[in-house]
T-cell receptor, first 111, second 114 residues
Framework: GEDVEQSLFLSVREGDSSVINCTYTDSSSTYLYWYKQEPGAGLQLLTYIFSNMDMKQDQRLTVLLNKKDKHLSLRIADTQTGDSAIYFCAVAGTGRRALTFGSGTRLQVQP | DGGITQSPKYLFRKEGQNVTLSCEQNLNHDAMYWYRQDPGQGLRLIYYSQIVNDFQKGDIAEGYSVSREKKESFPLTVTSAQKNPTAFYLC?????????????FGPGTRLTVL
């Protein structure tokens, strides 16, 4: 089945850019998603990208997709302390609408 | 306000007992999902339902059961057969069709087995 991998932890200083990376195995994935989870809460969709796009920008968020390498990244510009959370990469599994999630990257923003 | 509610927020269960987690949505979504979250492991799919009276097993369905008698509701029962039920459980819903499968999540239920 689909496998989605993320590094577990990232620490940055306030005002710096954060880059969270994700790799996946299913080349037929059509939509790829980034979700944010704050402590003790559910997940919130941040952004998504269609597989025929290389890049998508939405305010401070930039998503880059390298389909050849099956690599997805999320860049957060001017990272704030309120961005501290766990960020999940997710892709649609082949033949089903349920998503496969990575293990999540915990972003810690130092003031 | 439209959204997904899960109850209770915290649940404690003795070993050997079944327990049911509630999930309700008023978004008029056809599809609903149950995920389990363990520290450092991300979300794993337990069951999902694309339509009323129909549901499919996910990746870790053993020890769990669901029903989908109403469009708005998708309760999850954690049975005594589930060997390690202590976890954070998340319910989600989405449109059943359409290109972008944006899933909306509830606030979660934290289950602890004593």
């Amino acid at each position: 089945g689909e496998d989605v991998e993320q590094s577990l932890f990232l620490s940055v200083r306030e005002g710096d850019s954060s880059v969270i990376n994700c790799t996946y195995t299913d080349s037929s994935s059509t939509y790829l998603y980034w979700y944010k989870q704050e402590p003790g809460a559910g997940l919130q969709l941040l952004t998504y990208i269609f597989s025929n796009m290389d890049m998508k920008q939405d305010q401070r968020l930039t998503v880059l997709l390298n389909k050849k390498d099956k690599h997805l990244s999320l860049r957060i510009a001017d990272t704030q302390t309120g961005d501290s959370a766990i960020y999940f990469c997710a892709v649609a599994g082949t033949g089903r609408r349920a998503l496969t999630f990575g293990s999540g990257t915990r972003l810690q923003v130092q003031p | 306000d439209g959204g997904i509610t899960q109850s209770p927020k915290y649940l404690f269960r003795k070993e050997g007992q079944n327990v049911t987690l509630s999930c309700e949505q008023n978004l008029n979504h056809d599809a609903m999902y149950w995920y389990r979250q363990d520290p450092g492991q991300g979300l794993r799919l337990i069951y999902y339902s694309q339509i009323v009276n129909d549901f499919q097993k996910g990746d870790i369905a053993e020890g769990y059961s669901v029903s989908r008698e109403k469009k708005e509701s998708f309760p999850l029962t954690v049975t005594s057969a589930q060997k390690n039920p202590t976890a954070f459980y998340l319910c989600a819903s989405s449109m059943a069709s359409g290109r972008v499968n944006e899933q909306f999540f509830g606030p979660g239920t934290r289950l602890t087995v004593l």
